[in-house]
């Protein structure tokens, strides 16, 4: 098959071919990402003293986090894998064998010993997101620690000090973007939720072995990065082949809107994904879960996409929200909510008698996930996939502005000592995202500092914007904890945060492809 180049329509998309049930519509490909590096920023004019992830201020940090003197042992291997999605065997990249990883639980303060093996043909690493881990166990590499080699291996170490539902996933590349990713819940010992029943709900959009890849998806939207040397990779683990029939699936798109009307503004996502799986599974295939009827169950909401965000809801039930990034929140009452990608939300549903679908509906275009929430006294359904028809998805829409801590998390009252801004930017119509700004290389703060940093996006589109290491408040939503916002575009939204937690992080939109292309920059402390 030959290749020619690119038909444009009047929106800039490309236009070739189709993806069975799905399709991909592509942004127009550019070059040259705006530079993010860090820059000298101490506040005399000498070089700054960083602290590097090796340093002892690392070690002492992880001491004051009082590991309660138990073991969580995990084994995990990063392998090529044979997964089955409802009847389709697609060959993909896995922790386990499955197209979602093993989930992780532990305790506050316990000890996390996971040893990770490489049996990939490329570099890799392991991020733990959400966790105010110590440095060195970052997993972004080359920042915090080396890549895994392929046949290498290592060990994260680390005390886990926080509780809430988090998840882990590879951070080299598009990897995250297969089946590299799982859940990790820390269970609270004062946990006061009342649940009967505790459940992980982990929502994930699918492309690999379906005809092409995620690096083909990214080398269709911007050609300059499909050697693999992305931001989000360094260099390691996403340099593939990518055949003909591969690229011209990549660049298949699809006509109409792409979620001008969503309350996350603007075009919603670029690639039409063609299946959507929640905990591994499509809708046509479901795990379904079961309770007794009348039973409090906790849903822990994990969007481990890689772009796209979903409008969530139960058919028959209202959620009530508690936890939001796995920091409690007042309780509040919704018919559904949109969870972008990489968040979290922990919400309570009293089962009713019956069995009732359970919906993960693409913002802003078509798509769903879908699975089955039955009391113990009902019958299954005879057809687990309803489609994205239920009500409650047009019902009461909860706002994460709306949203509120508790007041055991909030962060308390107190000057801001840095105060920074830092765009986040396009470069024109090209598929090269960014961080720009005199403030974007210089994000610098010594140990203690409380810092705020003002993201104003200039682009049409929104962004899930995360901290590693680090957990914030947003002052304009009342306070509210998390460790990834929405920035909607032509809005400013700040947060801030307590710098206490020594070492370099990156500080990235979590849409896989706005990361490899560019948007992030670093957090670095200075002694």
Known sequence: ??????????????????????????????LGAASCSSADAADSGAPPDYISPTDPEIAAAEQARGWNGKEVPVALAAGVATVDLGGRLVDTWSYGGRAVAPELRASVRDKMLVSVRNDLGVDTTMHWHGIRIRNDMDGAAPVTQDPIAPAGAFVYDFVVPDPGTH??????????????????????????????????????????????????????LNPAMAGGHGHGGHGGGTAVEHSAEQMSVAEAAVSGGHGSSTPLGG??????????????????????????????????????????????AIAGHELTVIAADGFDVTPTTTDTLIIGMAQRYDVLVTLKSGAWPVVAKVEGRDGHASTVLRSTDAAPLTNPDV?????????????????????GVR???????????????QAGDRYVWGMAGPDAGKLVMRQGERVR??????????????????????????????????????????????????????????NAYHFEVGMTANLRYIR
């Open 1 to 30: 098959m030959t290749r020619s180049g690119p038909i444009l329509d009047r929106r800039g998309f490309l236009r070739i071919g189709s993806l069975g049930a799905g399709a991909v519509g592509l942004g127009i490909l550019g």
């Open 167 to 220: 998840w882990y996933h590879s951070h080299s590349g598009l990897q995250a973007d297969r089946g590299l990713f799982g859940a990790l819940v820390v269970e609270d010992p004062d946990d006061r939720s009342g649940a009967d029943v505790d459940v992980v709900l982990v929502l994930d959009d699918w492309i690999d072995g379906l005809g092409t890849t995620p690096e083909a998806v990214l080398a269709a």
């Open 267 to 312: 075009m919603t996502q670029h690639i039409g994904y063609p299946l959507h799986l929640i905990n591994g599974r499509p809708p046509n295939d479901p795990e379904v879960v079961t309770a007794a009827p009348g039973s409090r169950v906790r849903l822990r909401i994990i969007n481990a996409a890689a772009e796209t965000p979903y409008r969530f």
């Open 387 to 407: 489609g994205p028809v239920i009500p409650e998805l047009d019902g009461r829409l909860l706002a994460e502005s709306a949203l509120r801590p508790v007041d």
């Open 411 to 425: 962060l308390d009252s107190r000057p801001v000592d840095r105060d920074y801004r830092v765009e986040l930017i």
């Open 453 to 510: 940093i003002t993201m104003a996006n200039t682009t049409t589109m929104w962004h899930p914007m995360h901290t590693h290491g680090h957990t914030f408040a947003i002052p304009e939503y009342g306070g509210l904890r998390r460790d990834t916002v929405n920035v909607l575009p032509g809005t400013e939204l700040a947060i801030e945060f307590d710098a206490d937690n020594p070492g370099e992080w990156m500080f990235h939109c979590h």
